[in-house]
């Protein structure tokens, strides 16, 4: 009966999951709003308010600091609340955090808005992970987690290139606007979502959870419960350790992308949302890529080939930059660079949160998540760092190609390295498949 059910799950389409495509759909509408505010914040700042590279790089500090600090307790909030409550309550926050940034005057009052909002950001992802698998079967994780990922980079089509249009014709304050009106609709959206999914697992009973929740001993070790699952599978452990040195290295220099822009002559404005929207479409294309591919390909393959053509394409980008003008070459050169770099780093992300979905059990999700969500601001938090230092002292066009150089050698150290590392997650794998036998 069981093998029967599950080959039914199989065959069905994800599509028909209408608890699955409620929570996308919700994704779908925030997101957009989300490339509309983020590129309107970095117009402002960065162009318009003329910022240095440190107070730029402190923008990515105050989204980053929250992330990094509550990941873990996050986490664990999301295992043990209701998962559709903190996403509602985090979105109508996040709302009126936004409205706000229409009002701001000062970069003080852009961090604390930013600070704020990255806050409830880090409550909503961990609770979106868990919600996603409880609603989807483990059959259709790698479909689901394909069509997210897509989404994600459909809006970042959509998103940067509406904004650019948006700021050029009504102004910075409508895309503020608009994105605080999308976490409303998201909100109403995931009013119905069911409050436990049908592959939710069974929690412990109310008396377990009051006598386990007693001391901060216990907190620590239940907030540190997804990183012990994670050094118990080496593949995802050195997955993890490579997606957060790849992300520290590129965010010297994609941190400080509008400067680099600011070193072309006669530099449009616009210029930064369309290759915001072509990386976008790298990226979906990655998703696409790997949807079709059904698991063929190993993980740390696709991750090692992302973070080769990330690097490559990132010196490049800084050699154009310092040698042309603005113009259409320019631009179409451009586009191109930037859709090779998503693509890359779709297939460093996506393959790496495609395989944590996987191997996560379902009660654990929110802590896995939350901790992976910590390392991954870390570097967030240290690249941006480094790259303004950089900037500063010897310009946008050297970050960028020792970024980049950086980035491909990651890449090609985990191509030497992944055969043993593979035979040491097979090995960990019948360890714990042997008692059960």
Excluded at 162 to 180: E, T
Excluded at 258 to 268: A, D, K, W
Excluded at 397 to 406: P, R, W
Aim: hydrophobic share 55%; charged share 15%; net charge positive.
């Amino acid at each position: 009966m069981k093998q029967g059910a599950e080959l039914e799950v199989q065959k069905g389409k994800l599509t028909a999951n209408k608890p699955f495509m409620l929570l996308i759909s919700a994704q779908l509408v925030s997101n957009i709003g989300d490339w509309l505010y983020f590129l309107a914040l970095l117009t402002m700042v960065g162009l318009k308010w003329q910022a240095t590279p440190w107070e730029i790089t402190a923008l990515s500090l105050c989204m980053a600091v929250p992330m990094l600090l509550g990941g873990p307790l996050a986490g664990y909030l999301s295992d043990v609340l209701d998962r559709k409550a903190i996403m509602i309550g985090s979105d109508l926050i996040r709302a009126g955090i936004v409205a706000g940034l229409i009002f701001a005057g000062s970069l003080w009052q852009v961090y604390i808005l930013l600070v704020a909002k990255g806050i409830m950001d880090v409550l909503f992802s961990p609770a979106k992970s868990g919600k996603l698998k409880e609603l989807v079967p483990p059959a259709q994780m790698d479909q689901a987690i394909a069509l997210s990922s897509s989404i994600e980079q459909i809006t970042k089509i959509i998103g940067p290139a509406l904004g650019g249009l948006l700021v050029a014709a009504v102004g910075i304050s409508a895309c503020y606007w608009i994105d605080s009106i999308t976490y409303l609709i998201s909100a109403l959206i995931l009013l119905a979502v069911p409050h436990a999914g049908k592959y939710r697992t069974a929690r412990e009973s109310n008396g377990e959870a009051a006598n386990r929740s007693k001391g901060f001993q216990t907190f620590r070790r239940e907030a540190g419960a997804g990183l012990k699952l994670i050094s118990g599978m080496p593949v995802v452990l050195s997955g993890m350790i490579m997606l957060v040195s790849v992300l520290m290295v590129l965010q010297i220099a994609d941190s400080q992308t509008v400067t680099l822009f600011r070193e072309i002559p006669g530099v449009s404005e616009d210029l930064l949302g369309w290759c915001m929207a072509a990386s976008g479409f790298g990226t979906l294309l990655s998703a696409l890529f790997t949807a079709r591919l059904r698991g063929a390909v190993r993980p740390l393959v696709l991750m090692s080939t992302g973070a080769i053509l990330m690097g490559a394409v990132f010196a490049s980008a800084a050699v154009i930059t310092s040698y042309g003008d603005a113009g259409i070459w320019m631009n179409i050169i451009l586009f191109g660079t930037f859709a090779l770099a998503g693509t890359g780093a779709g297939l460093v992300f996506i393959p790496f949160n495609a395989m944590l979905q996987r191997r996560t059990p379902e009660a654990y999700t929110g802590r896995v998540f939350g901790t992976v969500n910590s390392l991954t601001s870390a570097a967030v938090i240290l690249g941006p760092v480094a790259g303004g230092a950089m900037v500063t002292s010897a310009g946008p066009v050297a970050a960028f190609i020792v970024s980049g150089m950086l980035a491909a050698m990651l890449g090609a150290a985990m191509l030497m390295l992944r055969g043993r590392i593979e035979g040491s997650d097979e090995t960990a794998l019948q360890a714990v498949s042997e008692p059960v036998a």
